[in-house]
């Protein structure tokens, strides 16, 4: 009985070890801006795409991002130790399966984007992607072109909430 104790015991230690030597990290805590940037502001992206209103739902998102995670408080654009800004570049949709009849089936809507944040007292910046890209799925329904379009928007909008969070996360962890 003592000798698994013992065996529990140094086997624990030796986790413990081998995580801490790995580099191993809970996620959320990191924050590798420089600590006199406190607060952000987010500015309403810029779209240049023909897609309607798609720019409220990245900013949005964006905001909502920074308000959970409260390392940073947002602020307005006068008064925010840093600035947010993105440029939705591109929004384009590919076919990816047909149906026997060679109608599409499943479509992949992209978006590119062109995000920075930079320091509000001397322009610096502190991170930036000029291609930032993701991608998802959406259903065809070939007689039915309204839920066609109803299904390409959420696809829009699970891409903005899952942009949001990466960039959120590549700000604070300096990717």
Same mark, same amino acid.
């Given at each position: 009985m003592a000798k698994k104790i013992i065996v529990r015991t140094l086997l624990g230690i030796i986790f413990c070890i081998a995580i801490t030597s790995c580099g191993y990290h809970f996620?959320?805590?990191?924050?590798?801006?420089?600590?006199?940037?406190?607060?952000?502001?987010?500015?309403?992206?810029?779209?240049?795409?023909?897609?309607p209103r798609i720019e409220n739902d990245f900013t949005n998102d964006l905001i909502y991002e920074f308000t959970r995670d409260k390392r940073l408080a947002i602020a307005?654009?006068?008064?925010?130790?840093?600035?947010?800004?993105?440029?939705?570049?591109?929004?384009?949709?590919?076919?990816? $399966?047909?149906?026997?009849?060679?109608?599409? $089936?499943?479509?992949?809507?992209?978006?590119?984007?062109?995000?920075?944040?930079?320091r509000s007292d001397n322009g610096d910046v502190l991170w930036s992607d000029k291609s930032f890209t993701e991608k998802q799925e959406y259903a065809v329904d070939a007689s039915d072109k309204a839920k066609t379009e109803a299904n390409k928007r959420a696809a829009i909008k699970l891409i903005s909430e899952r942009t949001a969070e990466k960039i959120h996360n590549r700000i604070f962890q300096g990717f």
């Open positions: 996620a959320g805590g990191e924050n590798n801006l420089p600590p006199e940037v406190r607060s952000i502001a987010i500015l309403v992206f810029e779209n240049r795409t023909l897609e307005g654009k006068d008064s925010a130790d840093a600035i947010l800004t993105g440029i939705i570049e591109k929004l384009g949709t590919e076919t990816i $399966a047909h149906t026997e009849e060679v109608v599409s $089936a499943e479509r992949r809507v992209y978006v590119k984007l062109n995000v920075r944040l930079k």
